[in-house]
């Protein structure tokens, strides 16, 4: 999100809206967008981020809206900005590793929130990382690793794979060299679904299609394109088909192609690709509507 605010009636002429009342989100929708309002480009102000998503989950497109992730040090400034019926639900980024999740566990023991995942970076060594982190204790958290786009990646995976985690796979970022070509994260995917992880993006998915940013300049993933993808990955298409799902660039086409994915295969699709984190929401949920793929939904919100 842009600007710091946005006001949009998400209604499309002849369209029935969202409310508590009607049917549910598709399949491939559900918990789709994780709230990352708090990291760049967006750099919500706490306070505002935690409003916001107070009212994303209470609003008709609620399903759509997955936890609030927050860094770490952020739990320590949380507590002046909840109400004791709040109960948010956290995912929490460590991004220096295992150690820096301690002070967040207890933090949040003493506030209204549930931590029901955390998102681990690696920043060395992995055998070393992988002992720090068998020792943490998270019982209630999923817990993501986000997957080095360096030569520990296979040694990663196979950490999780043996333990069952899942990973979280960087897609974009502020500067162009974060954004990976389609080769590396199909190859990503490929892996991930081979070796039965599920896994989460972040950063980058700004559009559901596959674009050209006009003012950057960067070439963004669309989150539907990966949705695609992984689906091909699990049907057991190759890297250069993966890649090739993942360039493609017509609307239409893959808003087509999702709603011909069924709920049972969307479903299938989403317990392997399983959410991205977005630091709009109202974004993604507005180009949904704008592809025929969810109902329109009047929304009234600020970001």
């Known amino acids: 999100m842009r600007g710091p605010e946005l006001r949009l009636d998400l209604v499309r002429a002849g369209a029935e809206p969202v409310t508590p009342a009607s049917p549910a989100l598709p399949a491939f929708a559900h918990g789709l967008c994780d709230d990352a309002a708090v990291f760049p480009p967006g750099l919500a102000p706490l306070p505002d981020a935690v409003s916001r998503h107070r009212g994303h989950r209470s609003a008709a497109y609620r399903d759509l809206v997955g936890p609030l992730v927050l860094a770490a040090p952020a739990l320590d400034e949380l507590g002046p900005l909840l109400r004791p019926d709040d109960e948010l639900a956290l995912a929490v980024t460590a991004p220096a590793g295992p150690d820096q999740l301690a002070g967040a566990v207890e933090a949040a023991a003493a506030l209204p929130v549930r931590i029901v995942a955390t998102e681990i970076a690696v920043p060395g060594d992995v055998g070393e990382f992988f002992a720090e982190l068998d020792a943490l204790d998270l019982p209630d958290a999923t817990i993501h690793v986000e997957v080095p786009r360096d030569e520990r990646r296979p040694a990663v995976l196979a950490g999780l794979a043996e333990r069952g985690l899942r990973a979280k796979f960087r897609t974009g970022g502020v500067r162009a060299e974060l954004h990976p070509r ?51 990955a699990l049907q057991g298409s190759d890297e ?34 399983v959410s991205f984190g977005t630091c709009s929401i109202l974004e993604p949920l507005a180009e949904l509507v704008e592809l025929d793929l969810i109902p329109a939904a009047p929304a009234a919100a600020k970001e």
């Not at 998915?205 to 006009?214: E, F, G, K």
């Not at 960067?218 to 539907?224: A, I, S, W």
């Not at 493609?248 to 699709?269: K, P």
């Open 240 to 273: 250069s088909v993966v890649a090739g799902l993942l360039a493609r660039r017509d609307g239409a086409a893959i808003a087509a192609a999702v709603r011909d994915l069924g709920a049972e295969r969307a479903s299938t699709v989403r317990r392997s690709f």
């Open 182 to 232: 389609e080769a590396e994260l199909a190859a990503a995917v490929v892996a991930a679904v081979r070796a039965d992880i599920a896994f989460k993006a972040t950063a980058g998915l700004h559009h559901a299609i596959r674009n050209t940013d006009p003012e950057t300049g960067f070439e963004q993933h669309g989150f539907l394109n990966l949705l695609l993808a992984t689906d091909a």
